[in-house]
């Protein structure tokens, strides 16, 4: 009775080769979902699930097919990511951290608002880059947070300066998923002047190799949920890199990113497999068709069968924005775009935590084992919520704003808070503006 992609997406409007890597991970997926207790109990990578995700390809997926990827949309990717993750949360959250990597060096250096210079030096960078997935089996991490700071409102603190023959990098990153476990770190730093405050135009970001000097992984990694992650923190100490480290020019970053605000909501196709998984979950239990468990029909109960009907409601709605908010995905987008984008976020991950409680609630106290599934994804959905830069706070915040103000009113209003609204998206004009002062 487990719904499929089948079931929920109108699979004739996909291309061909997006119904096959979904029909794959479906087939992939049943044993990401058995080794998923061990990973929560551990709090262990899914090692085997990345050997199974490389055969199969899908580290390349949003690779364009010029450099041997399949070169998916961001769309096409969010279905793929959801599809992973109904099956287990970790395993498609750190796959959403690898694929961001390749997102930014496909989508970014395809923007039309790059000098001719920054386009010419970024296609030998991706190119490098690119290789290192396709013919090396590469896996990227992508940890940006830095514990408390802000990082989208001012320059990063970790930081890098010019010596000869590259830079050296000093910094420290916090839940640095895949710790351990990937081959290169995707490290965001600004680069610093003498004379010279840090500044967002001075971003960069180098590909850390695993073993690089002085990068050092230290920490516990204990967390209530998404323990397969290993987010543990990182800590750069005279780290040296080179030209061929670069994964994009200096300043990219910012005048790219700030006009792609769907790419700082990728996190949320886990967290709709993570939803999809509780309703697929309680219906199987109603029906008495939970492995381990005596075929005991609850189906009966008229108040279980309501709130089963309440959750299928509550997860259509959520699917259906969110869905469209990544199909229409695209560079230099309206406003309403955004609005809806911003809105999809917010209804997955506060959607999530409610379909999860409903089913712990639906199903009754022996869904709580440990022995079955339900306890683990009650507790993942209760992360997606607090994640940076796209936490349900900032989106209550930025649809406030953007509802209510016309967008070059609102760093006029008065409030102790409006510093942080630099991260909000702006139109293209305003943007250019705002990097400018």
Known sequence: MKMTHRDYYDISRFRPEHVEMLEKINTLGPKFAERAPQHDKEASFPTQN???????????????????????????????????????????????????????????????????????????????????VVNDGAIFSQPISEGGVNWTSEPIKTNCRKVDGGWVINGFKKFASLAGNCDYYSIVCTEHFEGKDPAHEDTMDFAVHKDAPGLSIVGEWDPIGMRGTVSRDLILKDVFVSEDDLMMPAGVFGKTLSQWPHMMATLTPAYMGVAQSAYDFTVEYLRGETPGQPPIDRRVYPTKRATVGKMFQKLTEMRNLWINAFLEAKPFPSKAEVMRIYAAQYAVMEGVQELAALAIRTCGGQSMLKSLPLERIYRDSRCGALMLPYTTEIMEDYLSMMSVYDMDDIDKVNTETVSARVSMWRPADDAGAIAAE
């Open 50 to 132: 990345y050997k199974d995700l490389r055969d199969a390809g899908f580290l390349k997926l949003v690779i364009p097919e010029e450099f041997g990827g399949y070169g998916f949309t961001l769309g096409e990717y969010a279905t793929i990511g959801a599809e992973v993750g109904k099956y287990c949360g970790a395993t498609a959250l750190t796959f959403n951290m690898h694929t961001s990597s390749m997102m930014w060096l496909r989508f970014m250096y395809e923007m039309d608002n790059l000098t001719p210079g920054e386009r010419a030096a970024f296609k030998r960078m991706r190119e490098i880059q690119f290789a290192k």
